[in-house]
Every structure is written in C-alpha cells, then in structure tokens.
C-alpha cells in the first residue's frame, strides 16, 4: 500500500475500432502493459468505450441523451467483461467504479470512495472508473472522463496521471510531438486541435485543460498515444508523448479536493488588486469584486476570475452573493477566506 497512485485514462478513439466498436487487439495489449506497471503502482484505470460498446445495440442510433444512457447501459458490463478477460492471464482482478460528479462534490462521500479503492488495492484489484451515464443529469456531468481522471488523481494524491490519446501527444505546428511542457499557457493551448474524436466528448483542449488542474495540484501528468509501441510502459518512464511538469507547492489534502472536486455554483470577477492579495494569500473582500457573473450562496464553491474573466481561484463563500450585492458598499465584508482560497 505504500506504492504511489497512478491514474491511466484511455479515450474512446484509442480503444476502439474505426468502426467504433471495441478493439479487443489493443484492450489485451493495453491489460499485458497494465500488468507490467501495476508491480510498482496503485492503479486506477479510467477507460471510456461503454457507449461504443452498446450503441450498436441501439436501432438509429443518432446519439441523443436517452440513446447514449441506454447505450452506456448495455455497453459497461461488455467493456468490464472485455477487460476481465484479458487481465485473467496475468490473475489481475478487476471492479466497476461508476462515478457520479456528487461523489466528489460531498467530501464524506469522496472519503468513502478513497476507502473503497484502498480496500481494492490491498486485495490487488484494480478499480476501472467510468462516469455513471445511465444516471448522470446534464447539470452534473463530468465534462468528460480526462476530468474524471483528473479529479480521482488529484483526490487521491497520484504521483502520475496518463491521459491515453489516439494521437501521439501534443503536437507543435509543425507537427512533431512536444517531449516536454512546463507551464501549459495560451500559446499551448493554441497548439490544440480544436476538432474531437467522433467517438468521445473530449479532445486536446480537455486534455490540456485538466492537465494544468493536475500540474497546479502538483501532479505529472503524460499525453500519449495508447496505440504506440508499449505506450503505456513508455508514457511512465517518460520516454513519449508529451510530459507535462508539475509545479512545485504544498497544497492540503482538503484544499486539493476543494479546487478539483467540488461543484463550482458561482462566478466573482475581481480587480487587479483583489487578484493580487489573493496571489499573497489574503482573504477576498467586497471592496475588490468588480460584479457577480454567476450567483452563489454561503458555503458553495465559486470561481474567481480577472478583469478579463480568466479564472484566478476557486473559493468556499463565506457570504452568499446576494449578500455581496445588498452590502456593496460594506468595503470590508469578507467574502471568501484566505483559507478558504485555492490559487489554480
């Protein structure tokens, strides 16, 4: 129990066929690689694949709400039953985690979840993680399943995070793999195919998005294609994709769950000074919030953003927002506390 946490999350494009039925060739090669890992790991695996598994079940299909629940539905125990067949050779046992965005927004909840995948772990079971389609309301979706790595490496304190691509890595305009990324800015982000698989939700964008959470938070994380040649043993020696670093900080386990894990209900748009105080660790004030984008109430989680609405911080409110606005003129009232206060 004392290895370190690593989280593997395989998009749907990687794991399927051009046909977007699952790729049985790559889920055994993906297992055998998976079962080399897992003698220096505490692995969770976050694999999407249960609605290509199921739609084909599905008479016209066109992917609407009810079609992609009914088809999640009928595809999750194949994806399991698909896994568990080629992790058997090598007497790995594995479980369903279906993850809902409630799991992560309560922390007693959470907590459970962490003493589920421990007691997983000492019996040498890996978890695969999915998002619980079949229940999922809109509103609380994981935006797609690099947050739901995201959020369970950043939780769980992993060491690594591998988010499996159908690409190679990120790719620099002229097309070749970055090896290397120590701080995931604008001109990064302007390297991002903006187009996603046919087959996901997600994309570079997503990936590089969840990325910079996780580096924040102190966590490496690898972009890496599934489908090169022992990608998964490569991705963690660091030896392709693309690397992104982690930043270096001292962040609480309850402070990493608070900017990661936790339902953002609300907006605040600050001041340069207010972005500045925050930066020095110092409470947010009414005298420094420039309006409400969105309304929140004490006790919710909202976001904190600059003049030009780049987000700054997540808070736990102290003062609901209809508060703020009653009492604008109050320069002192104490919206967030600086304890209270995560810098992303």
Same mark, same amino acid.
């Given at each position: 129990m004392n290895k370190p946490i690593l989280v593997l999350k395989l998009g749907t494009a990687s794991i399927t066929t051009a046909k977007g039925e699952l =790729?049985?060739? @790559? @889920?055994?090669?993906?297992t055998?690689?998976?079962a080399e890992i897992a003698k220096d790991y505490r692995l969770i695996l976050v694999s999407s694949g249960a609605v290509a598994a199921g739609k084909k079940y599905i008479k016209d299909y066109k992917g609407k709400i009810a079609e992609r629940k009914a088809a999640a539905s009928i595809g999750n125990p194949l994806l399991l039953s698909t896994y568990s067949k080629h992790f058997l050779p090598y007497h790995i046992s594995i479980a369903q985690s279906l993850c809902e965005r409630q799991h992560f927004s309560n922390r007693r909840q959470f907590l459970q979840?962490?003493? !589920?995948? /421990? /007691?997983?772990?000492k019996n040498g079971v890996?978890?695969?993680?999915? /998002?619980? =389609? @079949?229940? #999922? #309301?809109?509103?609380?979706?994981?935006?797609?399943? =690099? *947050?739901?790595? !995201?959020?369970?490496?950043?939780?769980?304190?992993a060491s690594l995070i591998l988010l499996g691509t159908s690409v190679p890595g990120v790719? =620099?305009?002229g097309g070749k793999v970055i090896d290397k990324i120590n701080s995931i800015n604008n001109d990064i982000f302007s390297l991002a195919d903006k187009n996603k698989s046919d087959l996901g939700l997600g994309g570079m964008i997503s990936k590089l998005t969840f990325a910079h959470l996780a580096t924040v938070m102190g966590i490496k994380v690898v972009i890496f294609g599934v489908r090169t040649t022992d990608g998964i043993i490569n991705a963690v020696q660091e030896k392709t994709g693309t690397v992104c670093i982690p930043k270096q900080g001292n962040i609480s386990a309850r402070n990493k769950w608070l900017a990661s894990g936790s339902l953002v209900t609300g907006r605040l748009m600050v001041d340069d000074g207010a972005c500045e105080a925050i930066r020095k660790r110092k409470s947010l004030l009414a005298v420094g919030v420039l309006s409400v984008i969105e309304k929140f109430s004490d006790g919710e989680i909202f976001e904190i953003t600059d003049a030009q609405q780049n987000i700054v911080a997540v808070a736990r409110a102290k003062t609901s927002s209809d508060t703020l606005i /009653?009492? #604008?003129?109050?320069?002192?009232? *104490?919206?967030?506390?600086?304890?209270?206060? @995560?810098i992303l």
């Open positions: =790729d049985e060739q @790559v @889920v055994a090669d993906v055998r690689q998976v979840l962490k003493e !589920t995948y /421990e /007691e997983l772990w890996i978890p695969i993680a999915n /998002e619980n =389609d @079949v229940v #999922s #309301s809109l509103e609380l979706k994981f935006s797609d399943n =690099d *947050e739901l790595a !995201t959020l369970l490496g950043v939780g769980f304190g790719l =620099d305009r /009653e009492n #604008s003129k109050q320069r002192n009232l *104490e919206i967030a506390n600086a304890s209270d206060i @995560v």
